[in-house]
T-cell receptor, first 112, second 112 residues
Framework: GQQLNQSPQSMFIQEGEDVSMNCTSS?????WLWYKQEPGEGPVLLIA?????ELTSNGRLTAQFGITRKDSFLNISASIPSDVGIYFC????????????FGEGTQLTVNP | SQTIHQWPATLVQPVGSPLSLECTVE??????LYWYRQAAGRGLQLLFY??????ISSEVPQNLSASRPQDRQFILSSKKLLLSDSGFYLC???????????FGPGTRLTVL
């Protein structure tokens, strides 16, 4: 089955720094999604990408759908303490219905 | 707007006891519904998904089962809990199109 490799597994940064994380796959996806999960809560959808090459922003967050359809990255600019959480990428394939393949997550810690 | 509810929020159960977790969705009809388990705050494991009433697909063989008695209700059950069933259980819904999944607040299950 499809697998997503998400990196890095964890990041420890200072407030104000920029963050970059990415996901790669051996298979193509039709949709890439990025979620954030805070402790004790369910993941929240941050950004959805639907076209190869698409670059989408949501406030300080920017994500891109790779040209090959096999990768995506998420950037967070000028991090703040409330950015702490686990960030998951997910890929969706049209032939799999609405099921998602998730990465293992990137644990982000922001030191004030 | 659509909302998704899960209860209970937390649960502590002895080994060998039964389990019933409930998930309901409001504000949409004919959703696809999903049960995930998350261990140690990392990685989402898809347990079951449903595309309609009475239609359940199992992704991982285990001592858990799922049922969908109504269009917007999804139940996760077990007849006898194991220690390894401890974890954070998440319910999610999606529409028919490739717009991602939306998660509930989760249930923290501890089996002692």
């Amino acid at each position: 089955g499809q697998q997503l490799n998400q990196s890095p597994q964890s990041m420890f940064i200072q407030e104000g720094e920029d963050v970059s994380m990415n996901c790669t796959s051996s298979s193509i996806f039709n949709t890439w999604l990025w979620y954030k999960q805070e402790p004790g809560e369910g993941p929240v959808l941050l950004i959805a990408l639907y076209k190869a090459g698409e670059l989408t922003s949501n406030g300080r967050l920017t994500a891109q759908f790779g040209i090959t359809r096999k990768d995506s990255f998420l950037n967070i600019s000028a991090s703040i303490p409330s950015d702490v959480g686990i960030y998951f990428c997910a890929g969706q394939l049209r032939t799999s219905g609405s099921r998602l393949t998730f990465g293992e997550g990137t644990q982000l810690t922001v030191n004030p | 707007s659509q909302t998704i509810h899960q209860w209970p929020a937390t649960l502590v159960q002895p080994v060998g006891s039964p389990l019933s977790l409930e998930c309901t969705v409001e504000g949409t009809s004919n959703p696809n519904l999903y049960w995930y388990r998350q261990a140690a705050g990392r990685g989402l494991q898809l347990l079951f998904y449903s595309v309609g009433i009475g239609q359940i697909s199992s992704e991982v063989p285990q001592n858990l089962s799922a049922s969908r008695p109504q269009d917007r209700q999804f139940i996760l059950s077990s007849k006898k809990l194991l220690l390894s069933d401890s974890g954070f259980y998440l319910c999610a819904w999606s529409g028919d199109r490739l717009f991602g999944q939306f998660f509930g607040p989760g249930t923290r299950l501890t089996v002692l």
